[in-house]
């Protein structure tokens, strides 16, 4: 019986990974990566010439089984996503349970994920908090930022540039003007900036200033 590792890659600078990680990344049998294309930058970076697989959120329901057939055969298996960890806000999810289910061995190493450097820099507090990803687009946004108003821990959130701004605006409809926000983008990266503020003065700042690249917002809790 083989071995699946969940294996956290950079979130920016290529630095940001252990020496563990990249012993196992060049063991394994298979790396499972979001996008060879740019997993293969990472990879020749560290001279690792693991033979590489696509598993994303397009196909990963129909890769699973074969998957879990070479872990049973006795295949040594890394998964990891573009950035980060896998299973957070990216595939990884359906395979480790597949596998846990299965009696196979899963090991996920510690590393990179962008959202706790971002509620550690927030200056919110950060002993109780809720992660709650990307929002829904359309059906539920409401609904859900009607509960979230109501949370009295620290919300975290991912979100794209491009919806940012709307985002921002549904912050001072829902949690009100006041609410202290911060959005960290680009963590580790050569432009990071961290922008802090109430909504209100957050949002004036990326309607001046388009936002660019990954974005992590922390917002204070209900009072």
């Known amino acids: ?13 290529l630095e940001d990974i252990t020496l563990r990680a990249l012993r196992i ?21 560290y001279s690792i010439g693991t033979p590489m ?8 329901h129909r890769t699973v089984e074969n998957i879990v057939k070479k872990l049973q055969a006795g295949e040594n298996i890394a998964l990891i996503s573009d950035a980060g960890t896998p299973a957070i806000s990216d595939p990884g999810f359906l395979l480790t349970r597949a596998c ?15 959202f706790v450097p971002a509620l550690v820099n927030s200056g919110l507090p950060n002993d109780k908090f809720v992660f709650e990803g990307f929002l829904p687009v359309k059906k539920g946004r409401q609904t859900r930022f009607l509960l979230l108003a109501e949370e009295t821990r620290s919300i975290i959130l991912y979100e794209s ?12 409809t829902y949690f009100g003007a006041d609410r202290q926000v911060s959005v960290s ?3 580790s990266k050569m432009y990071e900036e961290t922008i802090r503020g109430t909504a209100a003065e957050v ?9 660019k690249g990954e974005i992590v917002i922390v917002v204070a809790g209900k009072k």
């Open 203 to 211: 949002l004036a700042h990326f309607t001046k200033t388009p936002p």
């Open 161 to 172: 540039p491009h919806k940012l701004v709307k985002t921002l605006s549904h912050f001072v």
């Open 100 to 114: 846990v289910e299965s009696g196979i061995e899963v090991d996920c190493l510690p590393g990179a994920t962008a």
């Open 25 to 45: 990344l060049k063991e394994v049998d298979l790396i499972l990566a979001e996008d060879t294309r740019t997993s293969g930058k990472l990879l020749h970076h």
């Open 185 to 187: 983008r680009e963590i």
């Open 53 to 60: 697989q696509s598993h994303h959120m397009h196909n990963e």
């Open 1 to 13: 019986m083989g071995k699946l590792y969940i294996v956290p890659t950079p979130i920016g600078n």
